[in-house]
């Protein structure tokens, strides 16, 4: 049996201030190094839904939207919370207050896990420190799948990450290193809540990190296994507890898309979450040479390094550790095979390849730790001196505050990385911004399928986007029709790099295309190449 994971250090004021500084020095390095994201990408899938649950009478014709409100949706709960909020805030102090605050939370979850890997001495929180700035800032997207635990923008996974990493490695190390027969219950019952209430936020991420936790336990019980079944049930209790917790969001979302199976249409489901759509997550054989070089890099890197600190003691909790990675890497092979080899749909909708953003941050925290262990203790005691944390909540603080007052005393290389300010200067933006003020709200555009900052910005419907989906199988296939309605395409085998190709279809169609589509999809106007209006014939 493993050595036995201490787990007893408490975490005081300074380890949490140090987690939380490091989180949020990465969103000032994230935003620096890619731009602070608003209203475009994949916010067109969530701003606008607030939008209109602020205000109904915004988007009310969009299509997108309505889609969103009909039904319970995977972004329902986090809609929610920057509702309530955005009711003491405006909508864009929400987005950046809780995009920090998620960046802060992530810090905090990941410095503490990798001080219970490798130890909460001198050496462990440098590690812990690098690897956990490493990961969130230094490896931005070194996954497969084009997942990451942060983005450049505020999306839903961000506020679940941290509640399911924390609760399921916890839950894990209790099991294997307790005595899964002896496992605190109270500790084990708040934890699966925890893991439960992350799947309001993300499902898909609640369910994997849960698939994880469930197989560490189960290694635990074979490790007591001359208890018999008593050994079971913490197991069972995890299952009971994560599954009631999650109810919420799991019992919404499961009647959904069971009274949406079977949609008898053409292309299949499969083909548009993966082929067509997506296969830059889902495929495979689609990901990048470069995403693999840098995976495949850390996870070298971070083998070794989990090898070497092992063999000398300083790891903490290998079980841990070998289990997820083995059901990780048993995931990745069934993904592959059933998207590249036997399309199966619920392998594409369970995404497993998001589970290598799980390998890269234990792989990160790894190396983080293997380069602290190689320091002596002497300066790494130097370095962990009682000032050190103060000067990183000090500089971080001022970091960030001092961003903000670049951009608004209007420097240009701080402004050139806000993406709304400088998409105001674009003649897009500042079309949408005519647009808003000058067009009834009720109007319906038809926009080039790649524009994401439509609806955010001009408030007002659109036929479809290419990054607002809807993650029901009739309204998927609805959102197809839309696409090659306003740009028409021949359906290509691999959709890689489709966005500047719908574009260029979309811009081909003449005005008579417009008014045959105008009744069907209620259009009212039609944004051209040159960003101006064209109105189709009333309808």
Sequence with gaps: MDRPAPGKERSGWRDAAAGWSLGVLAFVAVSWRFGYGYASGDQDEVLPLLLHTLDPAVLANDWFVGTQTADFSVRTYFVRMLWLLAQVMPVWMVILAVDVLCFGVLGHVLYRIGQRMYGADA??????ALGTFAALALTYKWTLGSNDLVYAMLVPEMAAWPLALYAGLRISEIGIYSGVEEAPRGRLVGLAVLLGVAAWFQVLVALQVGVLTGCALLVGAWQARK??????????????????????????????QVGSAGVEAEPDVFYLIGPFRNPFHHMPFSFSVGSYAKFGLVTVLGLAAAVVMQRSGRLRMPGVLWAWLGVIAVALGIGTVFTEFVPVLLVAKLQLFKLTVVAKALFVLLIGGGLASLISVRWATWVDARSVVPVLVLGTGLLLVGSFVLVAANWEPAVSRVGPLVHQTTDLGRMEAWIQQETAPDAVFAVPPATSTFRSTAQRGAVVTYASYPYKDSYMQDWYRRMLAIAPIDPPRRGMGLKPVLDAAYHTQTAEDWRRLAPEYGIDYVLTRDHQLAMPLVH
């Design 227 to 256: 208890s018999g079944y008593q050994a079971l049930v913490p197991v069972v209790l995890f299952v009971a507890v994560f599954g009631i917790a999650s109810l919420p969001a799991s019992v919404p979302l499961f009647v959904q």
């Design 123 to 128: 050496r462990g929180r440098l590690g812990a």
